[in-house]
């Protein structure tokens, strides 16, 4: 099986993850949180945006300066009208994130404002979709199993805000602890 993101060719069909970068190769969808961007303000109006695979997820108003949170799927597909998607937000919470960005804000706070308006964007367009959330730094913490977003959205919101960063960085223990 090819993987979706490095492009490896595995050789056990029955493989979980990537022999080569440890992507999993079949998974409900997987957003791993990989990039937070700054940028000026644009001074018009903009809507927010749902965030799906290899897509952003505006931060802030036009008005002022903003981030973006980037988010990559481990394995893409169209959704037909009236399907739903399951996905497990993995957030990095180590202590790299809670550097400057911009000179006046952190990164783990962006991370927190992006994830938290995706969540809202989610909730609005398919509130039937299964959304779960783990923390990873030099571990991974499962910290909400997948459950429907009209009835997780408030608790996901509030653990994700309570998040804090600290710690090293292992990627992969994160998209392990979603599997």
Request: charged share 15%; hydrophobic share 30%; glycine share 8%.
């Amino acid at each position: 099986m090819q993987c979706p993101r490095c492009g490896d060719n595995n050789q056990s069909a029955n493989a979980n993850y990537c022999t080569n970068c440890r992507a999993p190769l079949k998974a409900t969808t997987l957003a791993t949180l990989t990039q937070v961007r700054h940028s000026p303000p644009t001074n018009g109006t903009t809507a927010p945006q749902p965030v799906y695979g290899g897509s952003q997820a505006p931060i802030g108003n036009s008005n002022q300066p903003s981030a973006s949170v980037y988010l990559n799927h481990a394995q893409g597909r169209s959704l037909g009208q009236g399907q739903s998607e399951d996905l497990v937000l993995v957030l990095d919470t180590s202590g790299s994130m809670a550097r400057r960005y911009d000179g006046s804000r952190d990164k783990i706070t962006a991370a927190k404002r992006g994830t938290s308006s995706l969540v809202l964007n989610m909730a609005m367009i398919d509130p039937n979709a299964q959304v779960g959330l783990v923390r990873f730094d030099s571990s991974a913490t499962p910290l909400l199993p997948l459950g429907p977003l009209h009835s997780n959205k408030d608790p996901l919101i509030r653990k994700i805000q309570s998040l804090q960063a600290d710690g090293g960085t292992d990627q992969n223990e994160g998209l392990k602890a979603a599997r």
